[in-house]
C-alpha cells in the first residue's frame, strides 16, 4: 500500500509539473499575440493580459509540488552543513511540519477567498472571480505530496563540484 501512495503522489507530482510547463507555454503564446497585436496592428487584445496573468498564478502554484519533491524551495543547505545529524533530522521535520502546516492555512484561507469572490466576474472575460482564486487552495493542497515525500523519500541530487 505505501508504495502505491508512493507512486500515485510521484504521478500527481508529475502531472502537475507537466500541467504547469504547459501553462508556461500558453502564458508565454499568449502574451506575444498581444505584443503583436499592440505594435503591429495598432489595437492590443486586452483580454490576453488578464488570461496570461490568470494562466501564470496557476503555473506557479501547480508547480511548487514538484519544486518542493525536488528540494528546490528555499535550501537550508548551511544550517544541514553545520548541525549533526540528529540535529539535521530534527530540524528538517520542524521545517517539513511548519511548511505543511503554511500549506494547510494556505488551503484553508484560499477557500475563503475563493468562495468570497465568487459572485464577481472578471471585467472583459465574463469569467468567475473565484477561478483566478481556486488557484491558491488546490496548488497548495497539491503540493503537500511534494512535502511530504521530500521528507520522506528525498531526491538525490548530484553533487556539484565546488571551485575554490
Keep these: ?3 502505491g501512495i508512493h507512486a500515485a503522489s510521484e504521478l500527481l507530482i508529475k502531472t502537475t509539473h507537466n500541467i504547469a ?3 508556461l507555454a500558453v502564458g508565454a503564446v499568449l502574451v506575444f499575440y498581444q505584443v503583436v497585436t499592440r505594435f503591429i496592428f495598432g489595437d492590443s487584445a486586452t483580454w490576453t493580459e488578464l488570461v496570461a496573468r490568470g494562466v501564470v498564478v496557476w ?3 501547480l508547480v511548487c509540488g514538484a519544486g518542493f519533491r525536488m528540494g528546490l524551495m528555499i535550501p537550508l543547505e ?4 553545520i548541525l549533526p545529524p540528529n ?3 530534527v530540524v528538517m521535520w520542524v521545517v517539513t ?3 505543511l502546516v503554511f500549506l494547510g492555512v494556505l488551503v484553508w484561507k484560499g477557500t475563503e477567498m475563493a468562495i468570497r469572490v465568487n459572485g464577481q466576474q472578471v471585467p472583459m472575460l465574463g ?3 473565484s477561478l483566478f482564486y481556486a488557484a491558491i487552495p488546490v496548488g497548495a493542497l497539491l503540493a503537500i505530496p511534494g512535502v511530504l515525500l521530500a521528507q520522506l523519500k528525498p531526491v538525490d541530487a548530484p553533487q556539484e563540484d565546488l571551485v575554490e
Design 97 to 99: 511540519a511548519l511548511t
Design 78 to 81: 548551511f544550517l544541514r552543513s
Design 127 to 129: 469569467v468567475r472571480m
Design 59 to 61: 503555473m506557479v502554484f
Design 1 to 3: 500500500m505505501r508504495r
Design 21 to 23: 510547463a504547459l501553462l
Design 87 to 89: 540535529a539535521r533530522n
